[in-house]
């Protein structure tokens, strides 16, 4: 049973969409995806969003790992109010958001709902409305998807301006993150990808793992991709992951921190050019 004040909620969110419509939000949606679970997608999203609040962008960071959502616990905060909250019609999108440090701001995801029903196309209809219209409170919006096995998710990724697709060296990974691609180019998906091997022993193989992706893209979606850099397999990463922190914060003389500042130098420019274009 939906709770008592769905209805009411609801109501309230359609006047305030009637007022703002229509909705076009800035081209600052940066979602990072995967197809394969274990590559570290919410951990370099996560420190990667906030190394960007640190330079003074205001960044939102949405987690989207529907049932395995663990953005709070990387964090190591808490929430009473999660997405499940606007999926079930309990509250609305914005009283959901919490301010985790200066400039960084979290919509967490939740965990453990075995019937998963609000998820449903309407309700992800509304998602994505509230995402754009949010979108243009802050200068960068970061979202954490899960593993892309169904529409609904895909439409995430549709509805962003840059797709980050992360992936490891494993060939599995290498696999699961062509199907992404294949999976975009049957959608037409025309906003910019672009491609990072994460937990790569050197730079070399990092460039063979990208390499092998590129040339099943070029070979069977006619499609060249766009290589921004690859994330080290770093103790440190390991280490703050254990202590439920960020190693942004509490490891800037390693390895993947100065990765990150490079990663977020490319991210920066796709924006910054998306927004003159605009």
């Given amino acids: ?6 209805t009411l909620f609801r109501s309230i969110e359609l006047k305030e969409l ?3 419509q229509p909705i076009k939000s800035k081209n600052n949606i940066i ?7 274990g590559v570290g997608k919410t951990v370099i999203s996560l420190n990667s969003a906030f190394a960007l609040s640190k330079m003074g962008y205001k960044v939102l960071f949405v987690d989207l790992d529907l049932n395995f959502s663990n953005a709070t616990i990387l964090l190591n905060t808490t929430t009473n109010k999660n997405l499940f909250h606007f999926l079930a019609g309990k509250d609305l999108f914005k009283n959901i958001i919490k301010k985790v440090d200066e400039n960084f701001y979290l919509l967490p995801g939740y965990s453990g709902v075995i019937d998963n029903e609000f998820y449903t196309n309407n309700n992800l209809s509304s998602l994505i409305t509230e995402l754009k219209r949010t979108a243009n ?4 919006l970061f979202i954490d998807t899960g593993q892309i096995s169904n529409l609904q998710q895909l ?19 290498v696999m699961d993150a062509y199907v992404i691609l294949k999976m975009l180019k049957q959608k037409k998906f025309s906003n910019n990808k672009i491609i990072i091997v994460n937990k ?3 730079k070399e193989e990092a460039a063979n ?17 766009n290589y921004a850099g690859y994330i080290s397999s770093d103790p440190n990463i390991h280490s703050s992951i254990l202590q439920q922190s960020l190693f942004m914060k509490n490891y800037i003389h390693s390895v993947a921190y100065s ?7 490319k991210l920066i420019d796709f924006m910054q050019v998306a927004n003159i274009t605009q």
Avoid at 1 to 6: A, D, I, M, R, S
Avoid at 155 to 173: G, H, M
Avoid at 213 to 223: C, D, Q, T
Avoid at 259 to 265: P, R
């Fill in 200 to 202: 790569c022993e050197h």
């Fill in 1 to 6: 049973t939906l709770f008592p004040y769905t």
């Fill in 155 to 173: 439409d995430i990724l549709l509805n962003s301006y840059l797709n980050v697709i992360l992936l490891s060296p494993e060939p599995t990974a």
């Fill in 18 to 20: 009637h007022k703002s």
């Fill in 209 to 225: 793992t990208f390499s092998n992706l590129n040339n099943a893209s070029v070979h069977f979606l006619k499609e060249k991709l």
């Fill in 31 to 37: 979602t990072f995806t995967s197809g394969k679970g």
């Fill in 137 to 140: 409170e802050y200068d960068l």
């Fill in 259 to 265: 990765q990150i500042i490079n990663l977020n130098k």
